[in-house]
């Protein structure tokens, strides 16, 4: 969906979300009283939140396709950094922001950023579920090399005889990717838009001030109860309030990340 459409139907949308307002806290979309509200939402909000899960769930599938690609190659597959360097380089300027970074088994990595990277990476707990062969898709952590907040893509790269033999990854950059999705979205003042964990740990939102927020434990019961709801479906409505604001969102659990997505007005 291009931006230009998007920005053409947000009136629609906040008019369908103060429609909306008025049913309970936490009401699903089945809950819904009104048809006609529950049409014109349904219509608007639907459509901009699976734009938004399809804009941000497609950035970590095409890097973690991309590396699938990569950790296929000989280069990969020869665990040697001066060979695996030059086509990740490439790799990475067709992908979102972040720090790209191969490891071997024990944990030591290198970063097209600095080379070899002093830290390790053994005791993430994503890491041992690369090697065992699965790739991470949104695992969220601080950075060891940058202290940023990361969402991780990591791929297993396999050996002739079948072992694993490294780790292609990427600390893609929450900061940036959220703003790439906002402008991509079109979002606008009194548009709203987050993913979060199933923690419910802020990944994707709106303001960037509020990358690795945690609602349910932020002493604002309102919102927490909204989160709690939110974590216990697949997907929905909810309304509460923050900030001093009523905001509405519909929401949608992903099967890609495990991340949910919410999308909706501030009134």
């Known amino acids: 969906m291009n931006t230009a459409w998007i920005r053409g139907s947000l009136p629609l949308l906040a008019a369908a979300g103060l429609l909306v307002c008025a049913q309970p806290a936490g009401g699903q979309a089945d809950d819904v009283p009104t048809a006609g509200a529950r049409q014109s939402f349904d219509v608007n909000a639907d459509i901009a939140l699976s734009s938004l899960q399809s804009l941000a769930d497609g950035h970590l599938q095409k890097m973690a396709d991309s590396m699938h690609v990569l950790a296929a190659s000989e280069a990969a597959r020869s665990a040697d950094w001066d ?8 790799l990475a300027k067709r992908n979102a922001a972040a720090l790209n970074w191969f490891a071997l088994p024990d944990g030591s ?8 990277e002093p830290g390790d990476l053994s005791s993430r707990d994503y890491f041992p579920r690369v090697l065992a062969g ?10 060891t090399a940058t202290g940023k907040p990361v969402a991780i893509v990591a791929v297993p790269v396999t050996g002739a005889d079948g072992s694993t033999v490294g780790v292609l990854g990427a600390s893609i950059f929450l900061d940036e990717l959220s703003e790439v999705i906002r402008k991509q979205m079109g979002v606008d003042e009194g548009l709203i838009f987050y993913a979060f964990d199933h923690t419910g740990l802020v990944a994707l939102v709106w303001d960037r001030d509020l990358i690795f927020f945690e609602p349910r434990n932020s002493g604002e019961e309102d919102l927490a109860r909204a989160f709690d709801d939110m974590l216990s479906a697949e997907q929905g409505i909810v309304t509460y309030t923050f900030r001093e604001s009523e905001r509405t969102v519909v929401f949608r659990n992903s099967p890609l990340t495990g991340w949910w997505y919410a999308f909706g007005v501030v009134r």
């Open 83 to 90: 060979r695996i360097k030059g086509p990740f380089a490439e």
């Open 109 to 116: 990595y290198w970063s097209l950023r600095d080379g070899k």
């Open 134 to 143: 699965k790739t991470v898709l949104g695992r969220l952590v601080y950075s």
